[in-house]
Structure formats: C-alpha cells, structure tokens
C-alpha cells in the first residue's frame, strides 16, 4: 500500500490521462460494424495531421519493435543493404532486428552522446555507387540516449548523394512531444508507437509510408503476412482492418487526438520544450552532465544523467523507487548503470515536473550521491520566468 | 484543454485515488438485496475502526453539512442551549445553523488562530448550574483556519465542571489524517465526511454516535424525518437503510476503509503529519507566517498561511491556478484575502507535496508576492532526511 499517485517518470510509456482512460472505458463494438468503421476511419484520417503528412498511415495492434519489423519487410528484400546509424540502444536493437531477418545491415558506429552524423551518412552513400543499399534507417530520438537527430539534415544527405535510398524513421519517442515532419523532411516510413507523446498505454503501433515506399512494397519486400501494408489499404479505406484491432486502444487513439488537436501541435512542441529545459537547468546547477553532449541534440522528451563517478545509477533509481515511488528510466547496455534518464513526455505540467525534479534531488540526498543543491531551484526559476 | 493531472491541493475534497474510482466503478445494486446487505453491514462495521469507537455509526447520503444539522436534530430540542467555540469559519457556520435551528448557542469567541480553550470551556459550564447547555459542539481541525483543538482536554474540563452536557465534535477534516479518539476522548457524537481521509467523493457524511447521545436521542431531540438516528438502527442492523443509500459512494467507502487498514491508521497519521512539517518547515523558510500561532494546534491536514501585507492571497491563488493549475483553499471570512490554505491530506505521497510546494514557490515568484527562496529546499531536506 502506497498512499497517493506513482510518479511513471520513465521516458515512456507515459502517464495515462484520466480523458484517454474514460475513452477506453467502454464495451468493445464489432469490428466490422457501422459504428467501428466511423471510429477507424476518423482515426486513420487525423493520424495525418500529427505526423504531418498526407501520406498513408498504417495501425498495428502490436509494439514499436513490431511497427519496425513492417518498415523492414515491407521495402527489403533478402540480403538487401540497409544503412543504419548508432544513435544509441534502439538503434542497435533496430540493426539487430534486420540482421536476424536476413537483411544486411552496414551500421555506422556512434558514440551514444551525439547523434546521426548526416554527413557521414551522405558519405556512405555516396561511396554505395552501386545502390545496393535501399534504405537509411534513422532514430529520430533514441530514448536510451535522449539524443535527436537531425533528420531533415539526413534527408539533404540522401539527396545530395543522389542516392534512391529510402529514408525510414524511429519517431516512438518523439512523435507528439518533438516537431517532426514527414513530408517537409522527405521521410517514406515513420515507425512510432501509442505510449509515449500519445498519451496511450501500448499495444498499438504505425508506419506513415510515402508514395516511393509504398511502390518498393508493391514491387518487392520480403516474405510478409501481419505486416504487409497491401493488406491494409483496402479495408482501411473503409475504415476498417485486415485483422483484429484493438478497439479499446483506438478509442482511446481517438481521444489523443481529439486532446493532441485541441493544445495545438505547435503548444504541445513548446511545453515539451519548456519542461526540458527546465530539466537540463537542474542538471546543470547539479554539477552533473547531461549524456547528449550537443545543445541542438539534447532531446526534448526525456533526459539521461550521467552519474558522477559513471555508476551508481541503478541503486539511485532503486532509492527513490523505494522512497518516493517514482520511476526513472535505467541505462542501456553501453550506458548501464552509467545513467538514469528522466522521461518529461507526453500528459505532463509543470507541478509534475517539480515533483519529479524533487524525487531526484531528494533520491541524491537519500543515496549519497554527490551533487550541488539548487537543481530543483534553478528548473523553478527558470518555469516561473519563462512562458507557460 | 490543460496537459497533464490538475493538483488538486484544497484542504478537501482531496484526491480521489484511482483504486476508489475503479471500486466505484459498477452498476448499482438492488439496495433491498442480499449483496448489498452484506456490503452495507461490512462498511458499518469497519468504519467503527476509523472512529475507533465501540459506537454506532451512521451514514447519510449527505454532505457534512448534513451531518452537522443531524447531531444537533437529534439531541437538542427547540430553545435549548448549545456552548460552540469559535475557531475558524465552520465552528462559525455550525452555530449560524444551530441558530437558525431554533437552538440557543452559548458562542464563545475565539482569534481564529487558536484552538478551543479548554478551560474557559470548563468555567464556562461551571457558571451553567442550571445546566441549561445541552451540548458542547467543537471543531476537532477546523478547515478555515488549520487549528487543531485538544479534544480530550474539552472532555476532561466538562468532566471537571461535572456538567451533563454531550460533546460533540466535527472531525470533517481531521477523520482518517489526524488521531482522532471518540471511545477515549468521551465523544458522545461525532461529525464526519467522506470527501477528506476517507478519501472519497462528497456525497456521504457520518455521525458517530454514544449511548449517551442516543438515550438523548430516544428521550427528545427536535422534529426531525432524514436525520432520524432512530429510524436507522433497525435497517442498519440488517446492513440496510431506511431510505436509498448512495450505492458507489458505498462501494469507495468499502475500498476506503480497505486501504486505511492496509496502511494502517499509525501510518496514516504519520505520513500526515510528515507532510505538514514538512510544508511549516517551507513556510519558515520563505519567511511567512502560519495562522495557527501554537505549535501544538498547527494541523496536520492543511496548513493556513498569512500573506507578507495582510492582504493578496486571492490574486496569488488566482495566479498559481492560471499558471500551475492547482487549487489552493481561499481564506474564508475573517481571514479572506490574508491567508491561502495548502491541503495535505488525504491520498498524499511526498512528490505530489512537492510539486505543491513547488507551485506556491513559483506562484509567489510570478504574483510578486515578497517571500525569502529556500522554502522548497528546507521542505526536501526535511523529507530526505525524516522517515518514510
């Protein structure tokens, strides 16, 4: 028995809202039916509007990881090259999935403090004179890292390299927390999730798919059967799905929207913005470093903390798990124990914030962590003063 | 639309936890059948442990208010006197409604930043030889001030007066966050509501209530229906009512009076009165001042604090909801616009008291309101420092 409200803090999935909550409350209607139809084809249209495109967004009932295997064997054949940047943990995990599934990936080596090097990347392809790589695949926002890339930087690479490649991209931690533009940055496949910017709990996963990517689905792809977005494109058009949905998720998915349409993307942008900013003031009057060593990279929806002597982490989160039942995000293979990492994403305000702030200040306190006090000070000063 | 959980930090009604939404969250039952029967006999049971009392207790699908109108119905008839101690705005309230009941309340004045003077109390009914008073009627925490009176010292002046007069106590915020003793402290009717502790909706309210009081009750009381203690007894015997009980109310009571045992009622008072020092410890620090001049009176539930000229603490509330969205208590009557009321009750952990005490630090900032910094700061190193 803890008394009052957990504290989720990790960089997603996200606090739930108790308006998406409601919204999912409801008996499940068939998926087949008039009133489903309605629901699905609301949803697939105003999806658009948040990933800002007007190309087609495809709805899986399954996790992120699923959503990055459809954009891999959909556009990939068998021993297809596929360029792949280390952003960090998800892009590794990402790499590894391609390599499993017998594609070949050719990963350019990161250092997990910086992010997609679009010029080395243009490199690459320039070099690939033969164009046996088909696709660039990016993480927008790797949530090991809390670093973003700068995609639109990635996609004048491509172009300048004249190279066919498509450009696909990891937004499941940005999407609906950080500005990104499908169809301004020339992206052909998003990959994103509903847990984190979308306020929803998971299950529910997209791919956005541009003309050019769609036309390598039609004509090749890998072997493919709950994936494959041919299967899709009928029954959505009359707002349904090929197979189940997860009704509940989409009633809730209706609700974000709904939620996402009425603080306006642009206010959405500038609070994650602000809340960050507020968190990377406490780092710093802290004395400790912040994992992303480049101001323009620092990650807008969660903020990994190097400890101060480059351990420690795991017993910090486990002390203010077990005094103040706030969950922190963990480290990630290279950075394992090395750093926690703050998730300010998604149903988040300012007081929030504060507690969450305070649970770090006082978990330091508590594990004996060294730190300068005023980190929590700095992030009020700097919310009390700016904007909001 | 505002993102993220509004702080709801009146001193009641409090945060409803989502264990108590979920319980609450069913169809309603046939209020003349065998399950509720048996919900309605476990909550009149168990409730007797809150109170901790051997007494009958009673539900009404009412407000406090109700509550209040109920003790006095019961016991007194028209004409008679009632001594009421003035220690905030609701022990003013309840003497308004005596007084337009009919009864005569004796209405001993009080500064409002002090408790119920149990001496004065004592002379008061030692000068009463006619015991002509009926009832002493005291606020155990009164919620416009943040006054805690000793409760068992008013039962040992009445017992030193030897006077026959019933006690009567409101402990509307003060049940289930603040020790409260009706068996020991000889309380002959206690006032009780489900939207502070008990950490439940408004919509249901309690008396409490001692052989004494009933044989009151049997022998006289006012003209009276709704309240009628006498018309319960039977219905609740068999886990019923004699009219229709709010049926979710019941299902969160039950789920209430479940995690109060959990916790335990120890820690309950515990964890209240951590978070109230915690929050005196941030108002010494930023230099103001607690209406509650007696160390020993300052409640544990919501603390009342001056503001630096006296006056401003509505436009400062004004601006901590605009700006933070959260609801701070308004000073009532005498004290309006002097003071703002912080609640720290009910379903309560140490991040959301931060996020409370952060958003009045900032609020303070941003109304210009002349405070020292620090009072955040003194309230985490008392936290990270102090148990739990």
């Not at 243009?122 to 890339?149: E, P």
């Not at 493919?224 to 997860?246: C, L």
């Not at 420690?312 to 922190?328: H, K, Q, T, V, Y």
Request: glycine letters at 10%.
């Amino acid at each position: 028995m803890r008394s009052g409200r957990h504290f989720l803090q990790i960089p997603g999935p996200t606090n739930t809202p108790d308006r998406i909550q409601r919204a999912m409350h409801r008996a499940v209607i068939d998926h087949r039916g008039p009133e489903f139809a309605e629901l699905g084809a609301s949803v697939l249209k105003d999806l658009k509007a948040v990933f800002q495109t007007q190309n087609r967004v495809v709805i899986y009932p399954a996790s992120g990881t699923g959503a990055w295997e459809a954009a891999l064997v959909n556009v990939l054949a068998p021993g297809d090259q596929v360029l792949m940047y280390e952003t960090g943990q998800f892009a590794t995990l990402w790499k590894n999935m391609a390599a499993k599934l017998g594609f070949e990936p050719v990963f350019m080596q990161g250092d997990w403090r910086t992010g997609a090097n679009a010029a080395a990347i243009g490199a690459q392809l320039a070099s690939d004179t033969g164009h046996k790589i088909k696709a660039v695949c990016v993480v927008h926002n790797d949530t090991a890292t809390g670093i973003t890339s700068d995609i639109a930087a990635v996609r004048v690479a491509i172009d300048a390299a004249e190279h066919p490649a498509l450009l696909m991209v990891d937004t499941i931690s940005s999407l609906g927390s950080i500005d990104f533009r499908t169809d301004d940055w020339g992206v052909d496949v998003v990959v994103a999730g509903s847990q984190k910017g979308l306020m929803l709990p998971p299950g529910l996963s997209f791919n956005a798919i541009s003309p050019k990517a769609w036309a390598a689905c039609e004509a090749g792809g890998d072997r493919r059967s709950y994936w494959d977005w041919r299967d899709m494109a009928g029954p959505n058009d009359q707002g349904v799905f090929p197979y189940t949905p997860a009704t509940t998720l989409l009633y809730g998915l209706r609700e974000a929207l709904d939620m996402l349409a009425e603080e306006g993307l642009e206010a959405v942008f500038a609070r994650h913005a602000r809340h960050a900013e507020a968190t990377r003031q406490a780092v710093a009057a802290w004395g400790l470093e912040i994992l992303a060593t480049e101001a323009s990279e620092r990650s807008n929806s969660l903020t990994a903390v190097l400890m101060p002597d480059n351990k420690g982490a795991d017993a910090l989160r486990a002390e203010i798990l077990d005094s103040f039942d706030m969950s922190l995000g963990t480290g990630l293979n290279k950075v394992a124990d090395r750093v926690f990492r703050i998730g300010h994403l998604g149903d988040f305000n300012d007081l929030m914030l504060m507690g969450t702030l305070c649970g770090v200040e006082m978990g330091m306190m508590r594990a004996g962590v060294a730190h300068e006090k005023g980190g929590v000070q700095a992030a009020m000063a700097y919310l009390a003063t700016h904007g909001a």
